[in-house]
């Protein structure tokens, strides 16, 4: 923002308005011409800084890229060794869980055949149970029908047999 020189009233009454304008516009013009020298020597100055700042982060680029070489190198090679020792570990680890699960699944199916053949045991005197109960209330069930059946039999025949001789 330009800043426009001023004088003061005294001055122009001294040298006159013409002579006093004049020197306004040549303290003006000096203002705006060291305004653009100064900004042409900021816009110079911040290309060299700009340019020395990529050299550096370049130049700090390549040693941060060696030094992350370097060490994914190391990382890989430790990630290595520690694969081959768990490996290692887990192949003994589960040689002797197979060892224990191989025991451990004899000794179950043991049990498991002993409770089989406990559970068919009590499965089949279970079945024979019901079905005596269920023979038993088969038969109760038979016997109950038939005495029914007899007494339904005589209320259809008294009153059919006095009808006939009612009707003769």
């Known amino acids: 923002m330009p800043v426009t020189a001023r004088l003061s009233r005294k001055f122009y009454d001294t040298f006159g308005d013409d002579i006093a304008n004049e020197l306004v516009e040549w303290f003006n013009q000096v203002d705006a011409t060291y305004r653009a020298d100064l900004l042409q020597i900021n816009e110079l100055n911040f290309n060299r800084f700009d340019a020395?700042?990529?050299?550096?982060?370049?130049?700090?680029?390549?040693?941060?890229?060696?030094?992350?070489?370097?060490?994914?190198?190391?990382?890989?090679?430790q990630i290595a060794q520690l694969e081959a020792k768990f490996g290692q570990r887990i192949a003994q680890l589960e040689a002797r869980l197979d060892q224990k699960?191989?025991?451990?699944?004899?000794?179950?199916?043991?049990?498991?055949?002993?409770?089989?053949?406990?559970l068919n045991g009590k499965i089949d005197h279970g079945w024979a149970?019901?079905?005596?109960?269920?023979?038993?209330?088969?038969?109760?069930?038979?016997?109950?029908?038939?005495?029914?059946?007899?007494?339904?039999?005589?209320?259809?025949?008294?009153?059919?047999?006095?009808?006939?001789?009612?009707l003769r």
Not at 67 to 77: I, V, Y
């Open 52 to 77: 020395k700042f990529e050299q550096r982060i370049a130049q700090l680029d390549a040693k941060w890229d060696q030094k992350w070489n370097q060490l994914d190198a190391k990382l890989e090679k």
């Open 101 to 118: 699960l191989a025991r451990r699944f004899e000794q179950m199916d043991a049990k498991w055949n002993e409770r089989w053949l406990d």
């Open 129 to 166: 149970e019901l079905n005596a109960k269920i023979d038993r209330r088969a038969a109760e069930t038979k016997a109950e029908l038939m005495k029914w059946m007899f007494v339904f039999w005589a209320g259809t025949l008294v009153p059919l047999g006095a009808l006939i001789l009612l």
